[in-house]
């Protein structure tokens, strides 16, 4: 092919240009910090949510102890152990929900069990201090009316 002598000269200014361009190269990578707002707002979530499951594991610890204990109770061969232990139980649990700190009174420990069953107290209660032939095993669902009861008052 024939070149005209005007292409020539361009030719020639085009490749002194060409050679002061700098080579193409790519980009440098994108930093990974900082994240972008949504993976803080994962974060703040997952924080927020192991953050109540604490809270709420220690809220509910006591009861899960108390429900445990209740279960080894049950397990019990001896009626007369099942009774004292029992008493033994509610009456703690009494202690701790009047959150005075002092020692409730065996009238007061009665009016608990009354209020959360409501009707006068039943012949299992006292049932460990009595003679063989007038015990009276332990009812356990007055048990279970018992705790839910107070565990809403001391969740109040």
């Given at each position: ?32 910090w ?13 924080i ?17 102890t ?27 649990l ?49 048990v279970?009316?018992?705790i ?9």
């Amino acid at each position: 092919m024939a070149t005209l002598p005007l292409m020539a000269n361009a030719t020639a200014g085009l490749d002194s240009i060409l050679s002061q361009l700098a080579p193409n190269t790519p980009p440098p990578h994108a930093s990974a910090w900082p994240p972008a707002i949504g993976y803080w707002l994962i974060l703040a979530a997952l924080i927020i949510f192991f953050v109540l499951m604490v809270i709420w594991q220690n809220k509910t610890k006591q009861w899960r102890t108390i429900k445990k204990n209740i279960a080894k109770v049950q397990q019990l061969t001896d009626p007369r152990t099942q009774s004292e232990q029992v008493h033994a139980l509610l009456h703690w649990l009494d202690n701790k929900k009047n959150r005075e700190g002092k020692i409730n009174s065996p009238q007061n420990f009665k009016q608990s069990i009354e209020n959360a069953l409501q009707h006068p107290l039943p012949d299992w209660v006292n049932a460990h201090y009595r003679s063989d032939k007038d015990f009276v095993s332990v009812d356990w669902s007055d048990v279970q009316v018992i705790i839910k009861s107070w565990r809403k008052e001391i969740a109040k």
